[in-house]
C-alpha cells in the first residue's frame, strides 16, 4: 500500500458537523443531562474544542437543558416509586448543579409523603404493619428506594390507621 496518501485532516467545521449531526440523533432518541452529551461525544471519539462547542450550540438552541432534563427526571424517578433522596443522588451523578436540583424538585405536584404511601399500598395491605419486623421490614424497603426516614413512617403510619 506505499504509495496512497493518508487521508486529507478534517477541518474543524467538517468535525463540527459530524459532532452536531451526532448530538442530533442522540438527543432525538432521548432527553439528556449536558455532562452525558458531553461524554457521549467524547466516547465518539470528538476532541474538546470540537465536543465543547456542539454542546454550547445544542445550549443555545435548547436541544439540550439541565433544567428541563432535571424536572423530566425527577417526574420519571417519582412514576417509577423513587424517593428523593434516590433521584437526587442520581442527578447529582449526571452533574447537575445543587442550584438546578432545587429548581427540578420545586414541583409542587409532587407530594413526597403521599407517594411514598401510594407505593407502599401498592406492594401491603395494612395488616402486616401490626408486628415489629414486618414495619421495619417496609421502613427499610422505603428507605432503600429514597424516601426519607419521616416519609417512611407517615406511610407506614397512614397505612397501619387505614388497616
Known amino acids: 500500500m506505499e504509495g496512497q496518501d493518508a487521508p486529507p485532516e478534517l477541518t474543524f467545521e467538517e468535525r463540527f458537523a459530524a459532532a452536531r449531526a451526532y448530538a442530533m440523533r442522540s438527543l432525538a432518541r432521548r432527553e439528556s443531562a449536558e455532562s452525558e452529551l458531553l461524554m457521549r461525544l467524547r466516547k465518539q471519539g470528538y476532541d474538546e474544542a470540537v465536543s465543547q462547542a456542539v454542546l454550547d450550540y445544542c445550549r443555545d438552541h435548547h436541544w439540550v437543558s439541565d433544567e428541563r432534563y432535571g424536572a423530566m427526571a425527577v417526574r420519571a424517578g417519582a ?30 405536584e409532587l407530594d413526597w409523603f403521599e407517594l411514598a404511601l401510594t407505593l407502599l399500598e401498592r406492594r401491603t395491605d395494612g395488616s402486616a404493619l401490626k408486628e415489629f419486623k414486618p414495619r421495619m421490614k417496609w421502613l427499610k424497603f422505603l428507605l432503600g428506594r429514597g424516601f426519607s426516614q419521616d416519609q417512611a413512617r407517615y406511610a407506614i403510619a397512614t397505612l397501619q390507621e387505614r388497616a
Do not use: M
Request: hydrophobic share 35%; proline share 7%.
Open 79 to 108: 412514576a417509577k416509586g423513587h424517593g428523593p433522596t434516590r433521584i437526587r443522588f442520581d442527578l447529582r451523578r449526571k452533574g447537575l448543579s445543587d442550584t438546578e436540583l432545587d429548581l427540578a424538585f420545586a414541583q409542587p
